[in-house]
């Protein structure tokens, strides 16, 4: 079953959302849950889907990137996302951290949630997250790159924050106009066209 994602403007979206209980991942709810959430994430499709989108504020997010998304990219453009086939898995309850915070990338990032837009938003290039698994198992991840970026905004969203709090403002376009004039850009092309007087 397929669930409706909620767009920007939903209260739930800038909820701070709560943990859940041992019990609760242990339970049947949270297992449906999670394959209605993985359902949903890829019919959209997109990369990650964190419960605060399907209107739960619970701290649980999926996340998948699939080999067939990335055809859409040059193999340069993936070496420079430093992105990778990463497989489904559910996150809960994470705890994130960036492992330097001055080491960051500029890309440009979309959500399901703010549909039909995308930005220039930068983020740290490697993180570490602690966080259950859907078993309720301890797991840490290391990651770097663009599933470093998914890590970033799927956490986002469980304390409310979505990526148009940290883009630059200048770079936010349709996703008509990014494919129509930007998607071949380099980041330098981009930045200098756009008015971006910083580099990430
Ligand atoms: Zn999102």
Same mark, same amino acid.
């Given at each position: 079953m397929r669930l409706k994602i909620v767009q920007a403007g939903e209260k739930v979206l800038r909820q701070k959302a709560r943990d859940l209980t041992t019990d609760e991942i242990r339970g049947s709810t949270v297992r449906q849950l999670v394959e209605m959430m993985r359902e949903t994430m890829r019919d959209a499709p997109g990369v990650g889907l964190a419960a605060p989108q399907i209107g739960m504020a619970l701290r649980m997010a999926v996340i998948e990137d699939r080999e =067939?998304? =990335?055809?859409?990219?040059?193999p340069q453009q993936l070496v420079e996302r430093d992105r990778r086939p990463v497989p489904f898995h559910v996150i809960i309850n994470p705890k994130i951290s960036l492992v !330097?915070?001055? !080491?960051t990338d500029l890309f440009f990032e979309g959500c399901l949630s703010v549909a039909g837009f995308t930005a220039l938003v930068p983020r740290a290039r490697k993180v570490i997250v602690d966080c259950l698994n859907e078993h309720g198992e301890a797991v840490r991840i290391e990651a770097s790159g663009w599933y470093a970026r998914i890590l970033q905004h799927e956490i986002d969203h469980l304390d409310g924050s979505l990526y148009i709090d940290r883009m630059n403002p200048r770079s936010f376009m349709t996703t008509d106009n990014f494919s129509r004039h930007w998607k071949d850009s380099t980041l330098a092309e981009a930045q200098s066209a756009l008015g971006l007087s910083f580099a990430p």
């Open positions: =067939q998304y =990335q055809k859409i990219l040059s !330097d915070p001055e !080491d």
